[in-house]
Nanobody, 123 residues
Framework: VQLQASGGGLVQAGGSLRLSCAAS????????MGWFRQAPGKERAFVAA????????LYTDSVKGRFTISRENAKNTMYLQMNNLKPEDTAVYYC?????????????????WGQGTLVTVSS
């Protein structure tokens, strides 16, 4: 297993969750890591991504100011802190890794994918 996402669950609107993505060495050393999500009946969509050093980050507009992506390279782990959750954030969240230097929203350039973790936000 290359990537393992966890931390999903049921939370009320306005609440918080932190997702984690544990990676094997090869997947984690790829460079860029990101989070995507897929809501019921919708296509997979970009959420956030960051580079190896964590200095360059990219967010989709709908989560800016609410979500924070980070990584601990020593632990081979990436995180997504999600605050002020809204019902429209309900989705299966996937972590991914790409062999590139700069974060990207394009899902087709990500080389490794984890299984999803379900986040459900109730109103």
């Amino acid at each position: 297993v290359q990537l393992q996402a966890s931390g999903g669950g049921l939370v009320q609107a306005g609440g918080s969750l932190r997702l984690s993505c544990a990676a094997s060495g090869r997947a984690f050393s790829s460079g860029v890591m990101g989070w995507f999500r897929q809501a019921p009946g919708k296509e997979r969509a970009f959420v956030a991504a960051l580079d190896w050093g964590g200095t360059n980050t990219l967010y989709t507009d709908s989560v800016k100011g609410r979500f924070t992506i980070s990584r601990e390279n020593a632990k081979n782990t990436m995180y997504l802190q999600m605050n002020n959750l809204k019902p429209e954030d309900t989705a299966v969240y996937y972590c991914a890794a790409a062999r590139r230097s700069y974060p990207t929203m394009r899902f087709d350039v990500y080389d490794y994918w984890g299984q999803g973790t379900l986040v459900t936000v109730s109103s």
